[in-house]
T-cell receptor, first 115, second 111 residues
Framework: DAGVIQSPRHEVTEMGQEVTLRCKPI?????LFWYRQTMMRGLELLIY????????DSGMPEDRFSAKMPNASFSTLKIQPSEPRDSAVYFC?????????????FGEGSRLTVL | LAKTTQPISMDSYEGQEVNITCSHN???????ITWYQQFPSQGPRFIIQ???TKVTNEVASLFIPADRKSSTLSLPRVSLSDTAVYYC????????????FGDGTTLTVKP
């Protein structure tokens, strides 16, 4: 398996633009996580899906952020409109059993810069 | 949520054994303890997981005392390539599997 695949790896955009980040989890994994990493706040869990259903989105910063998982092999994280404070590395991770008992497999991340 | 506390940074030299301790005083009965390693510009990578006593794999050992309020990751004979951030993660079964990363420990291995 190729592992968790994220795209784009890098994105530079201007404030106010819509940003869509994509993730393909490892085939067969039933849990998917979106994290955001910044120097100031470290690794923050944004949202967690189990069997394509959002379980907990309490980490999503505000209404500008939305995430979907239309099927077991694809998820998106959308920011609309984007702001400079959204600049961060966004990681997607998948797991077979859920993070408390199963290993999290992370993608290489999408580095977002909002000017 | 079970909160974790780790040292912010540690220095070591090549060939030494490194022990990184994580405190998790309010760990729940069903929680597991997992350690991840992260290199710059990469996602975290699983190192080892345990519930109690001692777990060993090809890269590390994990020591967990009987009260489970702390755990120690042991890296034998570190090399320069072990320079990374190490995260202790405690599973939160009360929130459907959501777990929280702490601030991590930046390990710097010197020649």
């Amino acid at each position: 398996d190729a592992g968790v695949i994220q795209s784009p790896r890098h994105e530079v955009t201007e404030m106010g633009q819509e940003v869509t980040l994509r993730c393909k989890p490892i085939s067969g994994h039933n849990s998917l996580f979106w994290y955001r990493q910044t120097m100031m706040r470290g690794l923050e869990l944004l949202i967690y899906f189990n069997n394509n259903v959002p379980i907990d989105d309490s980490g999503m910063p505000e209404d500008r952020f939305s995430a979907k998982m239309p099927n077991a092999s694809f998820s998106t994280l959308k920011i609309q409109p984007s702001e400079p404070r959204d600049s961060a590395v966004y990681f997607c991770a998948s797991s077979l059993f859920g993070a408390d008992t199963g290993e999290l497999f992370f993608g290489e991340g999408s580095r977002l810069t909002v000017l | 949520l079970a909160k974790t506390t780790q040292p912010i940074s540690m220095d070591s030299y090549e060939g030494q054994e490194v022990n990184i301790t994580c405190s998790h005083n309010n760990i729940a009965t069903n929680d597991y303890i997992t350690w991840y390693q992260q290199f710059p510009s990469q996602g975290p990578r699983f190192i080892i997981q345990g519930y109690k006593t001692k777990v060993t794999n090809e890269v590390a050992s994990l020591f967990i005392p009987a009260d489970r309020k702390s755990s120690t990751l042991s890296l034998p004979r570190v090399s320069l390539s072990d320079t990374a951030v190490y995260y202790c993660l405690v599973g939160d079964t009360g929130n459907a599997g959501k777990s929280t990363f702490g601030d991590g420990t930046t390990l710097t291995v010197k020649p």
